[in-house]
């Protein structure tokens, strides 16, 4: 019977560690999003420069991280890029959408602990 309660609080504790379960919202660590900016104004349908500050070159961090982005405050996550290397830019396809609650966060696919999140912006669709 001991095993049994053993089992529930591992399997709960991987779940909030699971690198790819997007349900749980870690707190931000090691990662500044320099732009977008919080307040910013991006066009929809053209490019942006993604840009961030990461941990130094540790080896924990890693080489390469994820970038996503959220049109909805931060509520749903979508994946623009993975396996980007972590040398703080990306030139990113902003979506053509209308939406005032938009953010970017980056995380390292080594350690996603390590991530950051930007302050809200707006996306106005394009022509």
Do not use: H
């Amino acid at each position: 019977m001991k095993t049994g309660s053993i089992v529930v609080p591992l399997i709960f504790s991987l779940f909030l560690f699971c690198p790819g379960c997007s349900t749980v919202d870690l707190p931000d660590k090691g990662v500044a999003i320099l732009s977008p900016k919080a307040n910013e104004f991006v066009q929809g349908g053209t490019s942006c420069e993604v840009q961030w500050k990461g941990e130094d070159s540790s080896s924990e961090f890693g080489d390469v991280v994820t970038i996503e982005f959220s049109k909805n405050g931060g509520k749903s996550w979508e994946q623009i890029e993975e396996n980007v290397p972590k040398a703080g830019k990306y030139l990113w396809k902003v979506p053509n959408v209308d939406s005032a609650r938009c953010k970017i966060r980056i995380s390292s696919q080594r350690r996603p602990e390590y991530r950051g999140t930007s302050g809200v912006f707006t996306v106005k669709k394009g022509a």
